[in-house]
């Protein structure tokens, strides 16, 4: 069973930057997703990097400003995250599948495997 643990979130100012860290157990083969849910939002889909070819995809609302990659030697995927907005805020997971073909479509959002999240606040 794939183990996913995110770290990196914190309270930053708007235009701010944050660097978020997913660690699993396994990867090699596994497409990783970034998930975020805002206060009293539903979750949704932020990127997405698939697991053969690193193919990467990012919503509309964070295309430019986020950037995902992936190490699969150190069985981790980080997601770089630039001109942080105060919309930004939300709890962000990661989550494992076996591609990024659905990773816009909740509720599971095309993943088998989700971790527990860390909290990001963009605030002045």
């Known amino acids: 069973q794939l183990q996913l643990v995110e770290s990196g979130g914190g309270l930053v100012q708007p235009g701010g930057s944050l660097r978020l860290t997913c660690a699993a157990s396994?990867?090699?083969?596994?497409?990783i997703a970034w998930l975020r849910q805002a206060p009293g939002k539903e979750r949704e889909g932020v990127s997405c990097i698939t697991g053969r070819s690193g193919s990467t995809y990012y919503a509309d609302s964070v295309k430019g400003r986020f950037t995902i990659s992936r190490d699969n030697a150190k069985k981790m995927v980080e997601l770089q995250m630039n001109s942080l907005k105060p919309e930004d805020t939300a709890v962000y997971y990661c989550?494992?599948?076996?591609?990024?073909?659905?990773?816009?479509?909740?509720?599971?959002?095309?993943?088998?495997?989700r971790g527990k999240g860390t909290l990001v606040t963009v605030s002045s």
């Open positions: 989550a494992g599948g076996d591609g990024c073909g659905g990773y816009l479509i909740p509720p599971y959002f095309g993943m088998d495997y």
């Open positions: 396994t990867l090699d083969s596994v497409a």
